[in-house]
């Protein structure tokens, strides 16, 4: 048996002055954490915005409505700066490295969720710990289109053409929604539409229209001025209900095809070791912002399913759609271009 220690007064004393102090800090916290959101944003400072995509497309329209949101009710400048390159792993590399102050914001969207498993052991950037989540905005469906005189008239008639002859889909790059969208469905239906990537959905909407594709899983706002026009005809919209847009296209539920439900979301992400106070207040800004109707009005107009969720609950969203295009990406043997 170990004999039972008598501790000296002296040493009682430091076991007391310890057991304050810890308490004391731990009092403390709540009080430092306070005092870093509230002293967030600091006057004069200017916040960027990492766009890791090129001006004008759908990522950088909506970091640029949120932007002016944001400077307006923080008063303060918040600059939009696009860094594309490198499937948007320069962007978010670069915002990855700043300062976690809350002052550099970077712009993400699905195609980051697939460079998780893209780029895992290919780039120094790893998401789980370099970037922290703080809002998801809103989303955007994809949109089935095909050319205008195509015999192609529904989902089925796709996987069916696809296992009678050689089909060919355009995307805007290598782990876009529009080439994810088809690693999909070429997985559901166990067929092989050659994948043909664009730099951007212009240039491969226009080949579509063209003759020289036979389909694309395209971005709604990119392909519905051209549905609209008749130029293309959409067989499908991979969302839970229709659009009131396009109100006859079915969804990809009804056109038997469940699984194939893809958005384009777009949200807000900070450097990793940004304090939580800080990620609290900057995601309950944001979720604010796109719930105010002047902003969420005007997003709809620009095609998006306005779905403002702050930082728990993006960084759930954000685990799930990891964890699903990881599967995507390793059974299709997908890999950088």
Known sequence: MTPKRNLDSSTKRIFARRAVLAFACALALPGLAWAQASDYPKPGA?????????????????????????????KTNVIVENKPGANAMLGAETAARAAPDGNTLLAVNMTHSVNATLFRGRSKLNFDKDLKPVALLAGTPVLVVVPADSKIQSLADLAAAAKSRSLNAGSSGVGTPSHMSLALFNQLNGTKILHVPYKGGAPSLTDLMGGQLDVIFSNFPESLPFVKSGKLRAIAIASAQRNPQVPNVPTTAEGGMPKLNVEQW?????????????VQKLGGELVRIMSTPDVANKARELGFRVDPRGPREFAAFWNSEVQRWRTVVESAGITPE
């Not at 890791?52 to 949120?66: E, I, K, Q, S």
């Not at 777009?266 to 800080?278: E, K, Q, Y």
């Open 46 to 74: 200017m916040l960027r915005y990492v766009v890791p995509f090129p001006p004008a497309g759908l990522t950088d329209v909506m970091a640029r409505l949120v932007a002016q949101q944001l400077g307006e009710r923080w």
């Open 266 to 278: 777009t949200a807000v992400m900070v450097p990793g070791a940004t304090p939580d106070a800080i």
